[in-house]
């Protein structure tokens, strides 16, 4: 999930043969579980870890993308992963991911796999097309003939009956529920924000609550991120000097709810100044811990997109 035309990408548009030696099986049962729990297609899900790593489960890109999905270190913290290189969290976190992004950009798998490849912001800056970079052009092309080339071998029926002892495992329904309160109207260039996440632990057990939300750094003045009254985290983001594509800038802000009781609600306000009359895709995410050893329990994600309006001028006659 990053922005470069990768060897394992230049390996499959080139020469198909060549690169067959790696050895995707070992991943295929858990492709199709993850894949049919977010509600994917087990074909695409593996053509994206083919362009991404060539299940390379060690995979570290130069910009810092980790394992088989290639998870970026602030998506990761916003997901809740905690070892990238395990094949289950990452594929877990990167199919979670497209499925949020699905929400997001609907069924166009185009703008899709571009938000996956260059960012969510990418995708809206360029009118809700698929952003001109060359890579992320090749990107496209390199899953959509991966995924093609996956369903014409029927890799599916292999997936169907692989996955047929685990399809039966339970998925915990989210001890979380939240809303989000943003006004109609969305926002204004220069003119503050306030978002408001409501969220209730339904859970039995008190936990120590996460909020994490990743963001693109150029679009805005300032993020204030306030959880409890003693917790307040400020970022006052600048443009990225020199930065080719600065809609791929993105940045990650965390406060938590420190000893949230079951059936407690907790509220997180997020204040933001837009810089640009475009639309604004944050990432917001809810992380449960025991309290005790700090052990990831559970996870909320959303994606939220922003209507950003022109500023507003007086004339004086």
């Given at each position: 999930m990053t922005r470069r035309l990768s060897s394992h990408l230049i390996c499959w548009l080139g020469a198909?043969?060549?690169?067959?030696?790696v050895v995707a099986a070992p991943y295929d049962g858990l492709i199709a579980t993850v894949a049919r729990r977010y509600g994917l297609e087990p074909a695409l899900v593996k053509a994206v870890i083919k362009c991404e790593s060539n299940f390379d489960a060690a995979a570290i890109s130069p910009q810092g993308a980790e394992g088989l999905m290639q998870l970026m270190p602030a998506t990761q913290a916003t997901l809740g992963v905690l070892d990238a290189f395990d094949p289950s969290q990452n594929i877990d976190a990167g199919v979670r991911y497209l499925a949020i992004l699905k929400q997001t950009f609907g069924t166009s798998i185009p703008l899709l796999l571009a938000a996956y490849n260059a960012g969510p912001q990418a995708v809206i800056e360029a009118g809700y097309t698929v952003p001109v970079f060359a890579e992320t052009q090749h990107y496209v092309a390199c899953v959509e003939a991966a995924q093609q080339h996956?369903?014409?071998e029927r890799f599916h029926h292999l997936f169907a009956d692989a996955a047929t002892a685990l399809t039966s495992?339970?998925?915990?329904a989210s001890p979380i529920l939240a809303a989000l309160q943003m006004p109609p109207s969305g926002g204004r260039v220069g003119q503050r924000l306030l978002l408001h996440l409501n969220a209730w632990n339904i859970?039995?057990?008190a936990v120590h609550g996460?909020?994490?939300l990743t963001y693109p750094e150029p679009f805005l003045f300032l993020l204030a991120l306030h959880t409890t009254p003693d917790e307040t985290t400020v970022q006052l983001p600048s443009p990225s000097a020199g930065a080719t594509h600065p809609s791929n800038t993105y940045r990650f802000l965390q406060s938590a709810w420190p000893m949230w009781q079951a059936g407690q609600q907790r509220t997180a306000v997020l204040a933001l100044i837009p810089r640009l009359?475009?639309?604004?895709?944050l990432h917001l995410s809810v992380l449960l811990y025991d309290r005790d050893h700090m052990a990831l329990q559970h996870r909320w994600?959303?994606?939220i997109r922003i209507p950003v309006q022109p500023a507003q001028h007086s004339f004086k006659e």
């Amino acid at each position: 999930m990053t922005r470069r035309l990768s060897s394992h990408l230049i390996c499959w548009l080139g020469a198909l043969a060549a690169c067959s030696a790696v050895v995707a099986a070992p991943y295929d049962g858990l492709i199709a579980t993850v894949a049919r729990r977010y509600g994917l297609e087990p074909a695409l899900v593996k053509a994206v870890i083919k362009c991404e790593s060539n299940f390379d489960a060690a995979a570290i890109s130069p910009q810092g993308a980790e394992g088989l999905m290639q998870l970026m270190p602030a998506t990761q913290a916003t997901l809740g992963v905690l070892d990238a290189f395990d094949p289950s969290q990452n594929i877990d976190a990167g199919v979670r991911y497209l499925a949020i992004l699905k929400q997001t950009f609907g069924t166009s798998i185009p703008l899709l796999l571009a938000a996956y490849n260059a960012g969510p912001q990418a995708v809206i800056e360029a009118g809700y097309t698929v952003p001109v970079f060359a890579e992320t052009q090749h990107y496209v092309a390199c899953v959509e003939a991966a995924q093609q080339h996956y369903e014409v071998e029927r890799f599916h029926h292999l997936f169907a009956d692989a996955a047929t002892a685990l399809t039966s495992i339970d998925v915990p329904a989210s001890p979380i529920l939240a809303a989000l309160q943003m006004p109609p109207s969305g926002g204004r260039v220069g003119q503050r924000l306030l978002l408001h996440l409501n969220a209730w632990n339904i859970s039995s057990d008190a936990v120590h609550g996460v909020v994490s939300l990743t963001y693109p750094e150029p679009f805005l003045f300032l993020l204030a991120l306030h959880t409890t009254p003693d917790e307040t985290t400020v970022q006052l983001p600048s443009p990225s000097a020199g930065a080719t594509h600065p809609s791929n800038t993105y940045r990650f802000l965390q406060s938590a709810w420190p000893m949230w009781q079951a059936g407690q609600q907790r509220t997180a306000v997020l204040a933001l100044i837009p810089r640009l009359p475009q639309d604004i895709a944050l990432h917001l995410s809810v992380l449960l811990y025991d309290r005790d050893h700090m052990a990831l329990q559970h996870r909320w994600s959303t994606m939220i997109r922003i209507p950003v309006q022109p500023a507003q001028h007086s004339f004086k006659e």
